[in-house]
């Protein structure tokens, strides 16, 4: 039983009352991952709907946990998690990081803290280091291409396996299959050891331009303080924002001080384009007497990010030929000339007007969007941020997942068909509805078409079910007419074949009831959709059964024990 486990007993698990609709054995099978910030809390809602329940662990700095609280889902066959879990003989662990650093672990398998992308101390009431025992999976906003998939299975040790790659995956260099490693500068090949990976897309998030509505809050001498709020012609009735932007506009404003072409850079709120895109109607509040001059601050992540990613490729797409764009294609990281300051949750230093300011996780970056400070009597303060965020950091969802209480508001973008679209699941999902899970009939099951090579559409390649990071890709810019136009998916990877045939078990029953479970798919109560992102297609949840689940198709994809059937010869993981 690991360190964390011990912790806990006592604590989170204890304070839930628990009814298993599966028996328990007298330890747990345990599996162990985490990335994606972006999904981290509504995944460990589903996890705690289907195992134990347990905190999230927050990759900070400084790690810390997070409860969170749990889903009550009242629709078809209602489940109140609090007391309700589907099996308690499974404890699944999350460690909310980045997709970067879920990618370097599912390829290093080394979840340790002196490893520049490892998981480790996770736990923060103990000094020293206490690793996961063993990685299980990771999750990822940014689809793993085909080059990158060609790493897992041949190595990218050009150096040989005792020095550094020259071309790291997320910082991991992987040895070609029987050779050595020598770790922590190369690792062992992830497909001869662990088997071939999986890939396939567990959510459809649309990524926000948040911003918060007060601008300007005056101290008045009685103590009291008058705030003043951007004035939205196209408000939502709901107060979750409404506030347009054009492509035109948003790649000016986030290609900062390179911005040169037609007006120049856009960098305070009181810029007539802005005034334009509101319906003629200035952004000033009409009870504000004062001058509207308020800096408009972008803000984004300094980490390896697949929200980054999601944000870079649309960027890369439509701001092509906007004078002085940054953006060359998707990444998850920010074009590095593009960020000036940085936030690490209490101070910012090097902050300059017209390139971002950074900040590691979705977290600290709605909490520098947020306008927190307050002004002493006789004092004026004046703030206008606006970063990317998953849907889930705004309103409406965070009135149902709790994640912060700041108030943040969302802009409404106009598509590639004219429409302005708010960030919400219904139009991520339009915008998602019109790709097809690979060689799949209009139902999602398996058409029988042939693969004749690495180049074909395939369920066999795990590139395949998911969009790359690449600019051309047709989520980078999709031509749904009702289809919110920043958009991606948080993405499952993991191994084919474990060493421990319970933990193997465990991964195949969680990912078949999540992908059919009404309390995480249902449309609207289901924890996806209640959260701000989108359910999966019913094709996409077909196909994902038949290839993973079931293993119905014949391909020999589903998860197995190390040894067994489609995993002899391998050792597993």
């Known amino acids: 039983m690991s360190i964390l486990k011990h912790a806990l007993l006592a604590g989170v698990c204890a304070a839930s009352a628990v009814v298993s609709l599966t028996p328990a054995s007298a330890a747990p099978t345990e599996a162990w991952g985490g990335g994606s910030s972006l999904i981290g809390p509504y995944l460990r809602q589903a996890m705690d709907c289907y195992g134990n329940p347990e905190p999230l662990i927050v ?18 066959k209602a489940q109140d998690c609090s007391t309700k879990h589907i099996n308690t003989g499974v404890t699944l662990w999350y460690d909310s990081a980045s997709s970067g650093v879920g990618i370097a672990n599912l390829f290093s398998h080394d979840p340790k803290s002196d490893y520049a992308n490892g998981y480790g101390d996770i736990d923060p009431n103990q000094g020293g280091e206490q690793d996961m025992p063993y990685i299980t999976y ?27 790659c020259s071309t790291p995956e997320q910082g991991v260099c992987v040895v070609a299959p029987g050779e050595t490693p020598s770790p922590p500068t190369t690792f062992a090949n992830p497909n001869k050891t662990y088997g071939p990976m999986i890939q396939i897309p567990m959510s459809v998030d649309p990524v926000a331009f948040a911003y918060d509505p007060t601008y300007k809050k005056v101290g008045n001498n009685d103590g009291s303080v008058t705030s003043y709020h951007l004035n939205v012609k196209f408000a939502h009735a709901d107060g979750s924002g409404g506030f347009r932007l054009d492509p035109a506009a948003y790649c000016t404003i986030f290609n900062g001080v390179f911005a040169t072409g037609g007006s120049g850079p856009i960098m305070n709120w009181n810029d007539p384009r802005l005034k334009q895109l509101n319906g003629g109607v200035s952004l000033q509040d009409p009870k504000d007497s004062g ?22 490729r649309h960027l890369a797409n439509v701001c092509a030929t906007t004078t002085g ?69 705004v309103l409406p969802a965070v009135l149902v997942n709790q994640q912060n209480n700041y108030g943040l508001n969302s802009a409404d973008l106009k598509n590639s068909s004219g429409k302005w679209q708010a960030a919400t699941g219904a139009a991520a999902l339009a915008a998602f509805g019109s790709i097809s899970p690979p060689q ?105 059964k038949e290839s993973f689940i079931s293993g119905k198709d014949g391909l020999n994809l589903n998860f197995q024990t190390a040894g067994t059937g489609h995993c002899t010869g391998v050792t597993g993981g």
Not at 60 to 74: D, E, L
Request: with cysteine; net charge neutral; charged share 15%.
């Open 440 to 544: 799949s009939d209009n139902k999602g099951h398996y058409d029988l078409t042939n693969c004749p090579g690495a180049n074909s559409r395939c369920r066999a390649h795990p590139y395949d079910w998911v969009e790359p990071v690449s600019k051309t890709s047709p989520l980078a810019n999709p031509t749904s007419k009702n289809g919110y136009p920043l958009v991606g998916t948080t993405n499952l990877i993991a191994y084919t074949c474990y060493k421990d045939a319970d933990v193997a078990k465990a991964m195949n029953s969680f990912i078949g009831w999540y992908i059919k479970s009404f309390t995480v798919q249902e449309v609207p109560l289901g924890i996806l959709v209640a959260n701000g992102l989108s359910s999966l297609p019913r094709q996409w949840r077909n196909a994902i």
């Open 59 to 76: 990759r900070g700095p400084p790690v810390a946990w997070q409860t969170i609280p749990p889903f009550n889902y009242t629709g078809k």
């Open 291 to 312: 001058t509207f001059n308020v800096p408009l601050q972008i803000v984004g992540r300094s980490d390896s990010s697949g929200t980054t990613s999601i944000f870079t």
């Open 325 to 393: 764009n940054q953006y060359a294609d998707g990444s998850t990281t920010l074009p590095a000339n593009l960020i000036g300051g940085n936030y690490d949750g209490n101070n910012v230093t090097g902050e300059q007007l017209g390139k971002f300011t950074v900040a590691k996780g979705s977290g600290l970056v709605a909490k520098y969007v947020a306008f927190l400070a307050t002004p002493n009597p006789g004092q004026t303060l004046t703030q206008g941020h606006i970063g990317y965020l998953g849907a889930d950091f």
């Open 138 to 164: 990771g999750m990822s906003d940014a689809g793993l291409g085909q080059s990158d998939v060609n790493v897992y299975i041949n190595g990218n040790d050009n150096n040989g396996p005792n020095a550094a």
